[in-house]
């Protein structure tokens, strides 16, 4: 059953059209991929359906409901979270910090005004520490942590809000290959465990192709091509435009 | 008790018998000059501590701090004259006023994005207060200001500041730990989140006006209560509380005092209200200094004081620890 469906969203910046008319079907549970090179609109395309840029036309549809245009914080809230190419957390908060902020929102006690934030004790926070493996860097600021930490706590943000879907942009960007296959191993991971749906974009194509179970191609803001992994493995348009040569993808 | 709890409790014992102790010991030692310097910098104090949860918690750059301390001051002192409202409502009033100003003023800033609109937004609410005292003749006396705003006779500053500087002691202790609270509680940690990264609070599912809005509320309710004991400390207050010189000099006590750090604007307070009446007994260019020391503590110490003292406090416990 599809979780997310997208029909025919486009955007323009100016007179640039970013994303012309993309459809994407998603189905539960499965980890799903878009790749193109860079400008092709992948991140265009889930800042659209986050809700961080509103649509110029066409809808998106979430668990069978319209989400065209919702305000992201709604968004999050129907079950949708998203993590960002350049990794965003609260530098100056701790790590332990940056989650219980994140838990008590999910919780609806963040307006809440005498109780002592720090000591509440919340079962979802520890539940993500340890799900993230950040549980002995929980006193560390966020901002010193290094790069595959900040990405993991970002991750373990996401995971706070307690969603059904996640959006990763780039997940492992900047990551070494160790660093690298330890996130993948840790997104599958949680996926599998918490019953999630992952929708992700990604530039390392080793990466894109053991993980995912459907693939998007995108280029100039289209979709040049969708399908199976197997299938897009030996798409030969999506080999000539993507990769400019007919040989097999292996990686970048 | 652990070690630590006992050393708090046992601080936290010795600085509230000095604080009782202190009139008595400026008083008999020194002189009544130094009691109002001493409630000038528990007025200035609290005002910096309510304007810091906006701009340290809340990363709100708000320019216009005075439109709440003046809405406080000229509502306790408007209440005071022209009616016969007896003091305690006037003084229970002013914070009301100043709250009510700051839910106007806070609904269309909060819609602002960008810090310059948002400064730009706040100060000008803030001038158009001041232009409206200072116009409004027949309601406000304009540019004259109200004078002789008397305080019932057991607060009275006539003879002695020893009863309004116990009574201002509360008032603020109250409010400090009112404020102190709702900076460690849910709320103040979700302020913190905007001030680091509202792009990512967005997308933890925080809904972001309402927040600052109220933020910006509380703020001001507790900028309403300093500017109450301003007025009942001078038994006078002019337009000029609405100008944005003392929005300004907030800020600069701020900074000062360290804006990550809950008490550093009372830190920036004691120094600015401190720095200014020793150095203006040999100057009057004593702008001149302030400008210098903040430009040296920006420079050096971006933290500010408070935030410098923090940093060597938990290195010490820590180094004691390992």
Same mark, same amino acid.
Request: with cysteine; charged share 15%; aromatic share 12%.
């Given at each position: 059953?599809?979780?997310l469906?997208?029909?025919?969203?486009?955007?323009?910046?100016?007179?640039?059209?970013?994303?012309?008319?993309?459809?994407?079907?998603?189905?539960?549970?499965e980890?799903?991929?878009?790749?193109?090179?860079?400008?092709?609109?992948?991140?265009?395309?889930?800042?659209?359906?986050?809700?961080?840029?509103? %649509?110029?036309?066409?809808?998106?549809?979430?668990?069978g409901?319209?989400?065209?245009?919702?305000?992201?914080?709604?968004i999050?809230?129907?079950?949708?979270?998203?993590?960002?190419q350049?990794?965003?957390?609260?530098?100056?908060?701790?790590?332990?910090?940056?989650?219980?902020?994140?838990?008590?929102?999910?919780?609806?006690?963040g307006?809440?005004?005498?109780?002592?934030?720090?000591?509440?004790?919340?079962?979802?926070?520890?539940?993500?520490?340890s799900?993230?493996?950040?549980?002995?860097?929980?006193?560390?600021l966020?901002?010193?942590?290094p790069?595959?930490?900040?990405?993991?706590?970002e991750?373990?943000?996401?995971?706070?809000?307690?969603?059904?879907?996640?959006?990763?942009?780039?997940?492992?960007?900047?990551?070494?290959?160790?660093?690298?296959?330890?996130?993948?191993?840790?997104?599958r991971?949680?996926?599998?465990?918490?019953?999630?749906?992952?929708?992700?974009?990604?530039?390392?194509?080793?990466?894109?192709?053991?993980?995912?179970?459907?693939?998007?191609?995108?280029?100039?803001?289209?979709?040049?091509?969708?399908?199976?992994?197997?299938?897009?493995?030996?798409?030969?348009?999506?080999?000539?435009?993507?990769?400019?040569?007919?040989?097999?993808?292996?990686?970048? | 008790?652990?070690?630590?709890?006992?050393?708090?409790?046992?601080?936290?014992?010795?600085?509230?018998?000095?604080?009782?102790?202190?009139?008595?010991?400026?008083?008999?030692?020194?002189?009544?000059?130094?009691?109002?310097?001493?409630?000038?910098?528990?007025?200035?104090?609290?005002?910096?501590?309510?304007?810091?949860?906006?701009?340290?918690?809340?990363?709100?750059m708000?320019?216009?701090?005075?439109?709440?301390?003046?809405?406080?001051?000229?509502? %306790?002192?408007?209440?005071?004259?022209?009616?016969? %409202?007896?003091?305690?409502?006037?003084?229970?009033?002013?914070?009301?006023?100043?709250?009510?100003?700051?839910?106007?003023?806070?609904?269309?800033?909060?819609?602002?994005?960008?810090?310059?609109?948002?400064?730009?937004?706040?100060?000008?609410?803030?001038?158009?207060?001041?232009?409206?005292?200072?116009?409004?003749?027949?309601?406000?006396?304009?540019?004259?200001?109200?004078?002789?705003?008397?305080?019932?006779?057991?607060?009275?500053?006539?003879?002695?500041?020893?009863?309004?500087?116990?009574?201002?002691?509360?008032?603020?202790?109250? %409010?400090?730990?009112?404020?102190?609270?709702?900076?460690?509680?849910?709320?103040?940690?979700?302020?913190?989140t905007?001030?680091?990264?509202?792009?990512?609070?967005?997308?933890?599912?925080?809904?972001?006006?309402?927040?600052?809005?109220?933020?910006?509320?509380?703020?001001?309710?507790?900028?309403?209560?300093?500017?109450?004991?301003?007025?009942?400390?001078?038994?006078?207050?002019?337009?000029?509380?609405?100008?944005?010189?003392?929005?300004?000099?907030?800020?600069?006590?701020?900074?000062?005092?360290?804006?990550?750090?809950?008490?550093?604007p009372?830190?920036?307070?004691?120094?600015?209200?401190?720095?200014?009446?020793?150095?203006?007994?040999?100057?009057?260019?004593?702008?001149?200094?302030?400008?210098?020391?903040?430009?040296?503590?920006?420079?050096?110490?971006?933290?500010?004081?408070?935030?410098?003292?923090?940093?060597?406090?938990?290195?010490?416990?820590?180094?004691?620890?390992?």
């Open positions: 059953m599809e979780i469906e997208t029909k025919g969203i486009k955007k323009s910046f100016g007179g640039v059209t970013a994303v012309r008319g993309v459809d994407l079907q998603v189905e539960e549970k980890i799903y991929s878009v790749i193109g090179p860079n400008g092709a609109g992948k991140t265009t395309l889930f800042n659209l359906i986050s809700g961080f840029h509103k %649509c110029d036309e066409g809808r998106v549809l979430f668990k409901a319209d989400i065209t245009n919702l305000a992201p914080e709604k999050v809230q129907l079950g949708m979270g998203r993590s960002f350049v990794t965003s957390v609260f530098p100056r908060l701790t790590v332990f910090e940056n989650i219980q902020a994140t838990s008590l929102v999910t919780g609806g006690q307006l809440s005004l005498f109780s002592d934030a720090s000591k509440m004790r919340l079962k979802n926070t520890e539940e993500v520490l799900l993230v493996e950040l549980v002995d860097k929980r006193d560390e966020a901002g010193t942590l790069a595959g930490d900040r990405k993991k706590l991750l373990g943000i996401v995971l706070a809000t307690r969603p059904e879907m996640l959006l990763l942009d780039e997940p492992t960007c900047g990551m070494s290959p160790v660093e690298t296959t330890g996130t993948i191993e840790l997104i991971k949680i996926a599998r465990e918490m019953s999630l749906t992952v929708l992700l974009t990604e530039h390392k194509m080793d990466v894109v192709f053991s993980v995912s179970s459907h693939i998007t191609v995108m280029n100039f803001g289209v979709v040049i091509a969708a399908g199976k992994t197997e299938e897009i493995r030996n798409n030969k348009l999506v080999q000539d435009i993507y990769f400019g040569s007919t040989d097999q993808p292996s990686g970048r | 008790m652990t070690n630590a709890n006992k050393t708090k409790w046992i601080a936290g014992s010795a600085v509230a018998l000095a604080l009782i102790a202190l009139p008595f010991a400026v008083e008999t030692w020194i002189s009544q000059y130094y009691l109002y310097l001493i409630i000038k910098i528990i007025v200035w104090a609290l005002f910096a501590t309510s304007f810091n949860l906006v701009m340290g918690y809340g990363g709100m708000s320019f216009g701090h005075a439109a709440f301390y003046g809405a406080g001051a000229y509502t %306790c002192a408007l209440l005071m004259v022209k009616t016969s %409202c007896p003091m305690p409502l006037a003084f229970l009033t002013a914070p009301l006023a100043a709250a009510l100003a700051g839910l106007v003023i806070g609904y269309f800033s909060v819609k602002i994005k960008g810090i310059f609109y948002f400064a730009t937004l706040t100060l000008s609410f803030a001038q158009l207060l001041y232009i409206l005292v200072f116009k409004w003749r027949s309601f406000t006396f304009g540019d004259d200001g109200i004078q002789g705003i008397a305080s019932p006779a057991l607060l009275s500053t006539l003879d002695t500041y020893v009863n309004y500087y116990y009574f201002a002691l509360v008032v603020s202790s109250i %409010c400090f730990y009112i404020m102190w609270r709702i900076a460690k509680s849910p709320f103040g940690m979700i302020l913190r905007l001030r680091e990264n509202p792009e990512r609070s967005t997308f933890i599912g925080v809904r972001i006006q309402r927040y600052r809005l109220s933020a910006f509320v509380i703020s001001a309710f507790f900028s309403g209560v300093a500017g109450a004991l301003y007025v009942f400390l001078e038994t006078s207050v002019a337009p000029d509380v609405f100008k944005w010189s003392v929005s300004g000099e907030v800020l600069l006590m701020g900074l000062l005092g360290g804006m990550h750090v809950f008490f550093g009372a830190l920036g307070a004691v120094i600015m209200v401190l720095l200014n009446s020793f150095i203006t007994s040999y100057t009057e260019y004593w702008g001149l200094f302030i400008g210098i020391t903040l430009i040296l503590i920006v420079l050096f110490f971006p933290q500010g004081v408070g935030g410098l003292i923090n940093e060597q406090l938990r290195s010490t416990m820590n180094r004691k620890a390992a």
